[in-house]
């Protein structure tokens, strides 16, 4: 499938989810707070903006205004998708609210009606209640439905907007101990920093590639594994990557492997680059480290495989040169190949998932994703697997409860 043919579906899939999330929302909030004509309209109009513009932006000849174009319909959108959510699961609560108070009152024994004392309506107490400004009360369901599009609004407004603002720039170092059992004594401490879904392009640029060079100086790897999605989906910033390998070659050797964005973006010219900075690429294939006595191996993608290309990744490719005694360590973009390669490795180290990218108090990936490998270390029998949240971002340019991250892989005996 040619590379306009899919970005032709996701718009169309996008379109259709967020456009049912922004009816949904206008319904909502116009019903709540009693929009007139005119607010009504706005409020659509705001919406329709937002959509319009994720994908107008990334047309835009200038990368200032394509960025700001495409980043502010993204955050409206991720706006009212989360409040959309919130509504439904709101509505849900209530739905269910009513069903068990049905049965409650279905479960007691009516009482006559003429058993109710009768109210004197010329009363002090008649009178003050008949003063009340009746046409302007809100009933009890009203004041639900105001308050909950207040809070809906509020909280996908501002998760949007600190995800985008803060949270994908939220960079962080993770140690993490990894013992392996051949692991030589005398390379007790050797030191992987692991770099993974960079997604160079619209919204990760040299800002972001200098602040990517400082974490993993500041991690003093004795080598630097990048597992795919080295380029977001336009092939126009591998020099960029180049680019980037060649300063973090100055650091460490630098081990990669593509990812299913480096095959949309181009496969061929992603790993040029890489080898132009300076870089291995591992494309089922193993190299030596740690004076001769650590296998690093590299696999190609799961999607080539998937997408029937003739390639894909390929483990007894990778260890064709012999493994021995010595522990090996595979760069696999997808955790999910782990499945496959837990058997005959000691540590695979993957990305892919963002760590969900964006996660408002539960995480969804955990729940559609083989196995729940979203983010940090699994085992399965002696092998291990590390999965790297990533430092771009996809789609959205926010992240929330998924702070983007440098790897330290401290190996131990």
Known sequence: MSQSIRFALVVIVLVAVLGGFNALVHRRVSAAFMLATFGRRALAAFFALGLAGIFAGRFLPSAFWARLVSGLGWVVEIGVLIAGLFLLAVGLLVALGDR????????????SPTSAPIEDASSPEAARVNL?????????????SRASATA?????????????LSGRHDYVVEEVPIRLARLPRQLDGFTIAQLSDLHLGLFVGDWEMARAVELVKRARPDVIAITGDMIDHQIAYADQLGRLVRMLSEVAPVLAVPGNHDHYAGVDAVLAAVRRGGGTVLLNQSVRVGEQRIVVAGVDDLW????????????????????????????????EYFEESASRVDLQLSGHTHGGQFNLGVRPAGFVLPHGWVAGRYEVGPAQLYVNRGFGTAGPPARLGAPPEVTRLVLTV
């Open 304 to 335: 080539a495989r998937r997408r029937r290309l003739g390639r894909g990744p390929d483990l007894d490719a990778a260890l064709s040169n012999g493994v021995d005694d010595a522990p090996c360590v595979l760069l696999a973009h997808q955790p």
């Open 152 to 164: 809906a609004l509020a909280i996908g407004g501002g998760s949007a907007t600190y995800g985008a």
């Open 100 to 111: 068990v108070l049905r049965a409650g009152k279905w479960g007691k024994t009516s009482t």
């Open 132 to 144: 009340l400004p009746l046409p302007f009360a809100l009933s009890r369901r009203d004041l639900l």
